[in-house]
């Protein structure tokens, strides 16, 4: 199969897209479970540096905070967490290409892969369209999210890290207590703790958001 099917397409016009490369755009589409010759892997590689430059241009157009209040809010906009839900706003779930097995292990709710494939659409809209037409489509996919709270408060790990030095206490440790089910969608369990103070444990899709989960949890027991 080289083509995109009926539905992606309609779909892909909803947005305003219309493919001049459509194979890039079936890999684009294209998880690693399919066996295929190509998926999003390197096409994420390219959106994911693309969609960091736009929003990065599009905060310092839009906010005169200081840098680390861009580094922060350019890090929210551009998690995983946050290209999953834009992802799952705009019905891209629907249209990605699996395996039998990845379908049945409930990928196409995955955060990871939710946001690769994201990714892997602004690299092959990027490719066929240049950066100007790209930008002005994440502008559009990440408008609720930009105009929202992504980023404005302070990432959980860098308030545990504050409380932790203000109240004379050793840097929280994290530690990967378990990791569950295929690499598609996998589940990891962190623990966070704080010597002499106690300790909290997440469960996510990502280590990551392990990790932003149990800081979160550890601040709302013993802050």
């Not at 390197?42 to 736009?54: I, K, M, N, Q, S």
């Not at 840098?67 to 019905?91: D, I, P």
Request: hydrophobic share 45%; charged share 25%; aromatic share 8%.
């Amino acid at each position: 199969m080289t083509k995109l099917s009926a539905e992606t397409r309609d779909w892909l016009a909803g947005l305003g897209i219309t493919p001049v490369n459509e194979p890039r755009w079936l890999a684009a589409l294209t998880h690693g479970s399919m066996a295929a010759s190509v998926n999003y892997e390197r096409l994420e590689f390219l959106g994911d540096r693309v969609l960091g430059l736009a929003m990065a241009e599009w905060l310092f157009e839009e906010s005169k905070a200081a840098e680390g209040t861009l580094s922060q809010r350019l890090n929210a906009l551009v998690s995983r967490q946050t290209c999953a839900r834009v992802a799952a706003e705009f019905g891209l779930p629907d249209h990605i290409r699996l395996g039998k097995q990845a379908r049945d292990d409930g990928a196409r709710e995955s955060t990871n892969i939710l946001g690769d494939v994201i990714e892997a659409l602004l690299g092959a809209h990027f490719l066929d369209f240049g950066f100007a037409p790209t930008r002005d489509l994440i502008r559009t996919l990440w408008a609720q999210q930009f105009t929202g709270g992504a980023g404005k408060t302070k990432h959980p790990k860098s308030a545990l890290q504050e409380w932790a030095a203000g109240n004379q206490r050793r840097p929280p440790e994290y530690e990967l207590v378990a990791r569950e089910g295929p690499d598609h969608a996998a589940r990891f369990t962190v623990r966070v703790s704080v010597k002499n103070v106690g300790e909290a444990q997440a469960t996510a899709a990502s280590k990551q958001e392990a990790e932003r989960l149990a800081a979160a949890a550890f601040m709302e027991q013993y802050a």
